[in-house]
């Protein structure tokens, strides 16, 4: 008997994506790319340790208008993995789990998170 190739439940094709499986995607990149800002931390601690040249190396490359986008990135995906991390603290104690306020927690977030960005990117001085 031959097997029939039957799409995989649910099909991308048909499948509408939902804001809170897009914020669990984003949740879960969020978290492998801030992995990279300790390579980050760690050239900074490296470069302290290393003399006042090569901290002046690192402030140098750090001020590029290039660093500074990327730090203002991170920024953002920084305060919306601890903002969604918050929702997940509340999911666990079961409040916010019905379709409807999961939905609304989800919006709460990201503007968190936006607002959070904002201010610290402004308090940073990244605006270019």
């Not at 809170?20 to 990149?29: M, W």
Request: charged share 10%; hydrophobic share 55%; proline share 2%.
């Amino acid at each position: 008997m031959k097997k029939t190739e039957l799409p995989i439940s649910p099909h991308l094709q048909i499948y509408k994506p939902q804001i809170t499986s897009i914020l669990s995607i984003a949740h879960r990149i969020t978290g492998f790319c801030l992995n990279f800002l300790i390579i980050f931390v760690s050239l900074w601690l490296l470069s302290l340790s290393l003399g006042e040249t090569f901290y002046n190396y690192f402030v140098e490359f750090s001020s590029t208008v290039f660093m500074k986008l990327v730090m203002s990135i991170t920024i953002f995906g920084l305060s919306y993995h601890a903002m969604n991390g918050i929702r997940h603290i509340f999911w666990d104690f079961g409040f916010f789990l019905n379709n409807s306020s999961a939905l609304i927690s989800g919006i709460i977030v990201v503007s968190l998170a936006l607002m959070l960005s904002v201010l610290l990117i402004y308090k940073l001085g990244l605006i270019l």
